[in-house]
């Protein structure tokens, strides 16, 4: 099965995604996590996309995009199946993705709009945390960590993302208005988009989900 997720920042697609890729064994690929990878590296490319995404809070141009995700494309072939989360972005990227899929005889099976009211959104922005050793992200109202500032996981230490200050949360929701949200009517069209409220806690969220993937067929009834 090939999924995407599009949503608002902190819709939850990241949570969520983790949570299908456990459960329906798939392979996830969030392009916000890969890039904050790069983004740590000393190399031109990594100053670079570290520019971009944590001091000025902008989407990274597709030339670059491209080239990051070339690598993970090519391994697709060995996957059972996969969900993007946070690729594609913008239409240009979602046409890129199409074609590289029909060049294996492939086509996305469905995209979940995640969607969330935008006071919402600015609201779990500001009380995201994330792991500064792992990645892994939390929320201070809707998945807050067993104790304060520390990683349930490893034991890290929690962090605010450096792109999460008032200003670029800003930036980055306009991008997701006017870059992103035309995606919607773009997978409508293709009558593969399906929405879901991701304005509740996070299983009644990923019940939606799985509902939905049953109703198309998409996983069996005794799935999850
Ligand atoms: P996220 O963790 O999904 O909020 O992504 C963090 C940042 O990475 C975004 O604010 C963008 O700057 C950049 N980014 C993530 N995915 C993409 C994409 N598909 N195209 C361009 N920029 C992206």
Known sequence: ???????????????QSEKLAEKLNLNH??????????????????RKINELINKKGVLVPDKLIFQIIDNYLNKFEILPGIIFDG????????????????SKGKTIDIVIYLRLPKKQTFKRLISRRICEKCGRVFNLITNPPKKEGVCDFCFGKLVKREDETPEKIKTRLKEFE??????????????????????QPIDLVFNDIVSILKKRGLVGNEAV
């Open 87 to 102: 690729f594609p972005r913008v239409i240009s990227q979602a046409k890129y993705l199409e074609k590289f899929l029909k």
């Open 29 to 46: 690929i969030e392009m916000g996590g890969i890039l904050r990878k790069v983004a740590r590296e000393n190399t031109p490319l990594g």
């Open 1 to 15: 099965m090939i999924l995407v997720l599009i949503g608002p920042q902190a819709s939850g697609k990241g949570t």
């Open 178 to 199: 006017t870059q992103t949200k035309p995606l919607i009517d773009f997978y409508k069209k293709r009558k593969i988009l399906e929405e879901v409220d991701g304005d």
